[in-house]
């Protein structure tokens, strides 16, 4: 019986109408009543072995959250601890430090080129002022 069930359990994954054909077969047909006793006793030890492991599973998790309490672990400190180390992984690949030192490059350059504009403006505006007051303390060019 065991062959039979490995070999059931090998075969290619069904597709398509397979699928259902399958589900909606009844294999019970084709098993002796000693290999469906056999099989129900396996169902319901596996069902145990489950709900166990669960049991056994949830009692760990309840462990787990009592030694983060007693640590004062709670879940924002989880998350900036995890969003920390991310950020640090991050800044240590080489795509970021190129890209870092390329964006500061440009930043000092574009630094320079808005100085450079304001300082043209602010030449430009003292050129007009100095016109404005020259032309104004000047008696023929009041009279145009």
């Known amino acids: 019986m065991e062959a039979q069930a490995q070999g059931l359990l090998e075969t290619d994954p069904l597709q398509g109408r397979d699928e259902s054909t399958v589900a909606s077969a009844d294999f019970s047909s084709m098993l ?7 099989l129900k006793a396996e169902l319901v030890q ?6 166990t492991l669960r049991q056994v599973l949830s009692a ?25 180390k991310s950020w640090h992984d991050m800044q ?7 890209t870092h030192e390329t964006l500061s490059h440009a930043g000092q350059k574009a630094t ?12 430009k505006f003292g ?7 020259h032309s104004i303390s000047m008696p023929a060019m009041r009279r145009k």
């Open 112 to 123: 320079a080129a808005f100085s450079n504009v304001g300082t043209a403006i602010s030449k």
């Open 127 to 133: 050129d007009m002022r100095y016109s404005i007051r």
């Open 92 to 98: 240590t690949t080489t795509a970021y430090k190129k």
């Open 46 to 51: 596996l069902e145990d072995e489950i709900t």
């Open 60 to 84: 760990k998790e309840r462990h787990l959250v009592e030694i983060k309490q007693k640590l004062g672990m709670n879940l924002m400190n989880e998350l900036k601890q995890n969003f920390s």
């Open 32 to 38: 002796s009543e000693e290999e469906k006793e056999e």
